[in-house]
């Protein structure tokens, strides 16, 4: 409990007190009493009163003054503040050099690859591309000795442009002529020049083809030109600064090139539509390699090139799954035999069998793959679609292969599977006649036209939507791109530059009138009636048959191709009888 003025002034003539420290700063007293106790107490400003009461009963004070301590402790704090801002100050300039150098380590991230991996790749990897190998030789043969073109007055072509779908081997082919060459090999993702701050990308292009030139002879490979090479000045809101800019200096390098200095650009894109006039005028990409997708023979040899580091069974014959892979590229084939023996190592096998094979190519076809349905009704009238398509489709003798048909669902399609092999003669000659899209129109009705005869055209469900989209693809291609229709042969739609460049969005699509639209839109209709009565007029006589197939594939949920086909060639030969 404090001691009060009063109190300490009558402790000091009681004798209670044996010793007083006064100071005068604070207006406090420091009091030791006999019995050890030591208080502070307040007093008066300038107070004389307690100096004389101290002296009269002989009370030692003391009068200590603290200027020199607050002095001290304000010298303290004011260098500690000091410090801190001090401190921070650094702190931030660090990170303000840092980002600063990172701006400027955009520019000169070292893109070269290591000479050792270019040199284990050659044309004999390149398995499929025989054609392409063969233009792309001369420049093997420039980089290798230039002076055989320079006698005869040739130019090397100072950039060469690969086009072709995603994974058919472009970026492998480019690692293919420097390794042929032997000489160094600079890969870059095109992506990677457009960073946040304007200037960052044309200085990384700079950079780039300046460590090339001191390389030179080398090759300098771009992947997906087509994200800094898009045409300029398109798109809502303008173009991008930084993207242009940079574009502006990747054509700046190319035509400062010297002749025949030895630095070859070679760049890969699979939209080459949408690419800037004037990175593909002569002088610059002048020189473009279509990739296309591989043949069977072409298939063949990648499935030998891949199957090198894997341990197959003397069984499976990869020519046989080359025929059964018609238009998978050179990364779907090698995924195909990964996932192969992923299946074999997950059956504790040591060697790749057919069985691992064909569940690779089952999931790389629908995906991964689950239970049909547990309702017997439902699995039961899913089962009448699939089956009405396949008798469809061999009714109508279509170019594509019918290879199977499951009652299994595909992750998202709880329909089940009817898998066509599309006719590789068909799409390796890139033509389409008027009766192969119509039977795809029919087939694709197959699905409805069963469900119509067997529960009535109230009853059918929407099971088979995909397939009418396919339909209305389908019969709009006819009227509107191919003139397959009594419209005449008229293209009324043409291919037009995409969306996002943003040419077309705020014109007129609409290049003929309403009167011609509303025909169009009859005669795509009336393309889809006609189909849908020619399907269910070829499955009306085949109920029976329809019955037991659809039997069987509730039973068995699957059923090859070689059994709905001799199902249905008997079922022939007993009706004529």
Known sequence: MSKSYSQLLRDIESGEIISIILIPNRREVFVEFRNGDRRLIPIFY??????RISQEYNVPLTVRDIKSEQRLANFITGF????????????????????????????????????????????????????????????????????????LGAKTPKGVLL?????????????????????????ISASEFVEMFVGVGASRVRDLFKSAKEKAPCIVFIDEIDSVGRQRGAGIGGGNDEREQTLNQLLTEMDGF????????????????????????????????????????????ILSVHARTKPLCNSVRLMDWATKTPGFSGADLENLLNESAIYAAR????????????????????????????????????????????????????????????????????????????????????????????????????????ETIVYGSREVTQGSQKDLENVYFWANQMVTKFGFSDLGPIAYETEKDSVFLGKNILKN????????????????????NN????????????????DNLVDELVLNETLESEFVINSLNSYNSKNRK
Not at 121 to 133: I, K, P, Q
């Open 46 to 51: 300038n107070d004389q009163k307690i100096i």
């Open 80 to 151: 500690g503040l000091t410090l801190i801002f001090v401190i921070s100050l650094t702190f931030l300039i660090r990170r303000s050099s840092k980002i600063l150098n990172n701006i400027q380590s955009f520019s000169n991230r070292s893109s070269q690859v290591k000479q050792e991996d270019i040199s284990k790749y050659t044309f004999d990897d390149v398995a499929g591309l025989n054609e392409e190998s063969h233009e792309l030789k001369e420049i093997v043969t420039f980089l290798k000795n230039p002076q055989i073109l320079n006698d």
């Open 163 to 187: 086009i072709g779908p995603p994974g058919t081997g472009k970026t492998l082919l480019a690692r293919a002529i420097a390794g042929e060459a032997n000489v160094p090999f600079f890969s």
């Open 258 to 301: 010297e002749p025949n200095n030895g630095v070859i650009v070679i760049a890969a894109t699979n939209r080459p539509d949408i690419l800037d006039r004037a990175l593909t005028r002569p002088g610059r990409f002048d020189r473009r390699i279509e990739i296309s997708l591989p043949d069977r023979k072409a298939r063949y040899k």
């Open 347 to 450: 059956n504790d096998n040591s060697i790749i069998k057919s069985v691992d094979l064909e569940n690779a190519l089952e999931k790389a076809r629908f995906g991964q793959i689950s239970k049909p349905l547990t309702d017997s009704n439902k699995k039961r009238q899913i089962a009448y679609q699939i089956i009405g398509k396949a008798l469809v489709a061999l009714m109508m003798q279509s170019h594509d292969k019918l290879e199977k048909i499951s009652l299994f669902k595909s992750l998202g399609d709880v329909y089940g599977m009817t898998y066509f092999s599309p006719d590789e003669e068909t799409m390796d000659s890139g033509l389409l006649t008027r009766n192969y899209i119509y039977s795809k129109i029919v087939i694709s009705l197959g699905s409805r036209a069963a």
């Open 509 to 528: 699509k609409m290049e003929y009138s309403q009167k011609t639209s509303k025909e169009i839109d009859n005669q795509i209709i009336l393309i889809a």
């Open 531 to 546: 189909a849908i009565n020619h399907a269910i007029e070829l499955l009306s006589d085949k109920v029976p048959l329809l």
